[in-house]
């Protein structure tokens, strides 16, 4: 038996609404510094239509490094505003939509 989305009413495995939802974020990658100047790298603008704890674990995997969702943010263990992008516009979010914090 397939399940029905409740946002668009399609079958579940034709729903479209989280591709829809990464097109219409606004999201902001920027550095912070911590105690013993550590860096983390903070990802800011995610809505709550998007599956954020699948986004965290790919970033994680991705980079090898620790961290943490919450809050509607992604804060990850060292400097990866270079790289946060590519591996962004790889999990389908638009490439103009994603801000890098000097």
Request: charged share 30%; glycine share 10%.
């Amino acid at each position: 038996m397939v399940g029905v989305c409740n946002q668009c009413g399609l079958p579940t495995d034709l729903c479209v609404c989280e591709t829809i939802a990464r097109e219409q974020q606004k999201i902001t990658v920027g550095i912070e510094k911590r105690k013993f100047g550590k860096k983390y790298t903070i990802i800011k603008g995610f809505k709550n239509e998007v599956n954020i704890d699948e986004i965290f674990r790919k970033l994680k995997s991705k980079f090898a490094c620790g961290g943490t969702a919450k809050n509607g943010q992604i804060e990850l263990q060292g400097d990866h505003k270079a790289r946060t992008r590519a591996v962004l516009v790889d999990l389908g979010f638009p490439g103009e939509t994603i801000e890098i914090q000097h």
